[in-house]
C-alpha cells in the first residue's frame, strides 16, 4: 500500500481532517484486544493514515462502563493538549463504517502485510502493529543497578531461575509520559504504547482503560517514583489545574466524554501532584505493572 500524503502544513488541522475527511477501512491490526481498524482519511486534497476503534467492537471490563473506551481514548487526547505536551496523537470520536468510534492519527511507520480481515470495505491489508515502537527506551539488563542514564523498574523473570532488572531511560519525553499517566490515571502503560514519530517524537498510544475513579496506575514507567516533580511539570500542571475549573473549556469538554465522579477525580489527582510535588507511587492496592509488560 502506498503511503498515505502528508497533510499540508497551515491548512488542514489534524483534528478537522480526522473529524470531516472521508474514513476508508484498509485492515486490521490482529494483535489489539478490542477491534482495531487501520484506514485512511481524507477531505479534499488531503489524507492521512488513521487509527478506527468503534465502539462496538470494545470487549466489555468489569472495571469500566461498557462502551467507554473511545470517550476516554479522545479524553486523554484532551489532557495531552492541555498540558502542552503533545503526547497523544491528534484523537477525536466520529461516526465511521461500524458506527461511533475513536479516530486517531498513526504515528511510526507505515502498515503493512498480507491477508487482513477489515471486512468488505478493506483492501486486504494485515497491520502487525500500531507505528514503530520506541526502541532503545526500555531494556533488561543483568545486575542490580540500572546503570548510567537508566531508571529501574523491578525485576523480570527471564528463564529458569533466571532474573534480569527491568530499565527504562532517563529520558524527559518518557518522564512527562509519566506524569501524564498519573493525571489520566493509566491502567495500562505498556511498552508497545509508546511510539516514536518522525524526528524521534514520543507518543504515547492506547489510553482506553484511564480515568477510572479508584486507583489503578499501572505502568512500566516508574523509574521516577517518588522523585521531586521538574519544574516544567509543575507548571503544566498548575495550567492544568486551571483548566479543570468548573465553566472552562476542558471542564465541558471532559464533561462530555466522562462522568461527573471521573472529572472531579481528574482534578483531586492533579491537586495531590501539585500538594506532593512528586511523582507517584505504586499504592499497593492494585498490580503496578500490566501484563503482558510490552
Avoid at 488513521?50 to 462496538?56: I, L, Q, S
Avoid at 486551571?242 to 471542564?251: F, H, M, N, S, T
Avoid at 499497593?284 to 503482558?292: K, L, Q, T, V
Amino acid at each position: 500500500m502506498p503511503a498515505p500524503e502528508r497533510i499540508p502544513a497551515g491548512r488542514v488541522t489534524p483534528t478537522e481532517l480526522l473529524t470531516r475527511g472521508e474514513l476508508t477501512v484498509r485492515g486490521q491490526i490482529r494483535e489489539a484486544s478490542n477491534a482495531v481498524l487501520y484506514c485512511t482519511v481524507g477531505y479534499e486534497e488531503h489524507t492521512a493514515a488513521c487509527v478506527y476503534k468503534p465502539v462496538a467492537g470494545e470487549r466489555p471490563l468489569w472495571d469500566f462502563p461498557d462502551g467507554t473506551l473511545a470517550q476516554r481514548e479522545v479524553a486523554a487526547y484532551e489532557v495531552s493538549e492541555a498540558l502542552g505536551w503533545g503526547l497523544v496523537p491528534p484523537t477525536v470520536l466520529r461516526d465511521g463504517p461500524y458506527g461511533q468510534g475513536m479516530v486517531q492519527l498513526w504515528v511510526g511507520a507505515e502498515a503493512s502485510g498480507d491477508a487482513g480481515d477489515a471486512g468488505d470495505s478493506g483492501d486486504g491489508t494485515d497491520a502487525d502493529a500500531e507505528g514503530a515502537d520506541a526502541a532503545g527506551l526500555l531494556a533488561l539488563v543483568e545486575g542490580d543497578e540500572p546503570g548510567d542514564g537508566w531508571k529501574a523498574v523491578g525485576f523480570a523473570q527471564v528463564g529458569e531461575g533466571r532474573t534480569a532488572l527491568l530499565v527504562h531511560a532517563d529520558d524527559a519525553r518518557l518522564r512527562r509520559l509519566a506524569v501524564l499517566d498519573a493525571v489520566i490515571n493509566n491502567a495500562d502503560r505498556k511498552g508497545g504504547h509508546l511510539v516514536l514519530g518522525d524526528g524521534g517524537r514520543l507518543f504515547g498510544i492506547d489510553h482506553g482503560v484511564t480515568f477510572n475513579v479508584e486507583d489503578k496506575l499501572r505502568t512500566l514507567l516508574w523509574g521516577w517514583a517518588g522523585e521531586k516533580l521538574p519544574e516544567d511539570a509543575v507548571d503544566a500542571l498548575g495550567s492544568l489545574r486551571d483548566g479543570l475549573a468548573a465553566g472552562e473549556p476542558l471542564a465541558e469538554r471532559l464533561g462530555e466524554l466522562l462522568t461527573a465522579a471521573e472529572v472531579d477525580a481528574v482534578r483531586e489527582r492533579v491537586a495531590a501532584l501539585l500538594a506532593a510535588g512528586r511523582h507517584p507511587g505504586p499504592s499497593g492496592e492494585w498490580p503496578a505493572i500490566p501484563w503482558p509488560p510490552v
